[in-house]
């Protein structure tokens, strides 16, 4: 059992070929891949599980080139729960980090069964390995989404109540904590941590990963950044007259290596923890920002104008939120390092690269 991560320690376990690895469903995804970089930098040794369905194999390559080798991938579904079980039982696993599912809200509320199916099915999966394995820590990626609309105060912590979201791709992260609660009850000294993320902006500063939506984005960084780069004629800000600060929604965006590293610390902290646990972790920066002052200093950073209008609101849209964040600092040692300025300027750096403009 690895127990210390010292650098003298990772130096000493790959030397001898004794480096356990760190198995990361949807690895190949957005936060996934950034994972993997992080765990590698820390002497883990990630093993990508990912079956392309909602991601592109040429994240492979850009890691590659990060790593300077490419990276253990089992090209399988995570709800393959036989092959779970055969390669766990052949491989030391020291850390399971659990990203596979399916993401958009409005995909989720025309779709159910998809989201329920992959994302609820997909966890029960690799649960049972947990379960069966009970000696490997288990890190969930959960979402703010779980608090819904905060009634008065905006800025949540772990303690703020939690609220059924509206959304079935919602849902899936509020039963996904619930069902993990549920199976820490049964077997107390299982090592579980589900990371309640925020808003996930930028991108790998080498520009070797980023995010890559599949179709027309979502969100908005991906939006800014696509229509900067004329895949758009104008982004549209859904809403300009909430009671804000600008009148348009608030969100607490964090750099997503700041996130991938939350992971590792929340593997270390796992790994040595002596009792069983399910702990749940607010992951931002704990500041707030409007879609007007992301969009400001998108244009700011990057020295570039955005063509953009004000549309009727999203429906469902959370008017404002952000994190708590002493939770995470207190617990794991973690706070996020990274500015706005710096995501606004490595997504749009990523967005260059992969469209080939100077
Ligand atoms: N926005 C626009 N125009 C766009 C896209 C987004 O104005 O073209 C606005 C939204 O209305 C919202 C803000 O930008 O006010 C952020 O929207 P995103 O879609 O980027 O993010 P959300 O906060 O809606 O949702 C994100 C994830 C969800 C997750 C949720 C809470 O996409 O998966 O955070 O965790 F559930």
Known sequence: MLFFHTSKIVEFLYLWGML????????????????????????????????????????????????GDRPELLKHDVCNTDYLRDYIRKHEVCGIIHFAAYKAVGESVENPLRYYQNNVEGLVSILKMVSENPEIPFVFSSSCTVYGEPQGQKEVSEKTPKTIPTSPYGFTKWLGEKI?????????????????????????????????????PNNLLPFITQTAAGLHEKLTIFGDSYPTIDGTCVRDYIHVVDLAEAHVKALDYLINAKDGCHEIVNIGTGNGSSVLQVVNTFEKVNDIKLNYEFGPNRPGDVIEIYANVDY????????????????VKDAWNWEKSIRSIK
């Open 180 to 216: 993990i609660d549920d199976l820490f009850f049964s077997q107390k000294k299982l090592r579980l941590m589900s990371l309640r993320y925020f808003n996930p902006i930028g991108a790998h500063s080498s520009t070797q990963i980023g995010e890559l939506p599949i179709g027309k």
């Open 328 to 343: 995470a600092k207190k617990l794991l040692g973690w706070s996020a390092k990274k500015t706005i300025n710096d995501a």
């Open 20 to 67: 356990k690895k760190v198995l990361v469903t949807g690895g190949a995804g957005y936060i996934g891949s950034h994972t993997v970089v992080e765990l590698f930098n820390a002497g883990y040794e990630p093993v990508l599980l990912d079956d392309f369905r909602n991601s592109n194999e040429s994240v492979i390559d850009g890691l590659s080139n990060i790593l």
